[in-house]
């Protein structure tokens, strides 16, 4: 097998006969505190409300699409709970009130 690079192949693409050590790129540790809100809704199973219910408001109040309020649905009934929003204290605390007018425990917590 002939390993030369062609051509046309940029140098930085070329295949090398040899292992080689791979640079890790630094992470921009500001990048990640602009993401952190620092607040989340965890919401907790109960034996009361459908998959339905909880999809529906998971969705009104967090503006998630369906796929989203499924997964968390899903976790809600399988692991217990599941954070479905993360974001600043007034507005997990606004999410959580909708959430709650369903009868379902949910609980606003600083990360």
Known sequence: MDL???NWLPEE??????PQVIERPQEDLQEDV??????????????HNTYDEVMN????????????AYL???????????VVHHGEEQ???RAA???????????VLEE
Do not use: F, K, Q
Not at 34 to 46: A, D, K, L, M, P
């Open 57 to 68: 408001i998971l969705m009104v109040a967090t503006h998630c699409d369906t796929d989203e």
């Open 34 to 47: 602009s993401v952190h809100h620092g607040w989340i809704v965890r919401v907790y199973n109960n034996e």
């Open 4 to 6: 030369t690079r062609p």
């Open 72 to 82: 968390e649905t899903w976790e809600i009934d399988h692991l217990g709970s599941s």
């Open 97 to 107: 009130g909708i959430i709650g007018t369903i009868g379902i425990r949910v609980e």
């Open 13 to 18: 693409y070329a295949v090398t006969a040899g």
């Open 91 to 93: 507005e997990c605390r």
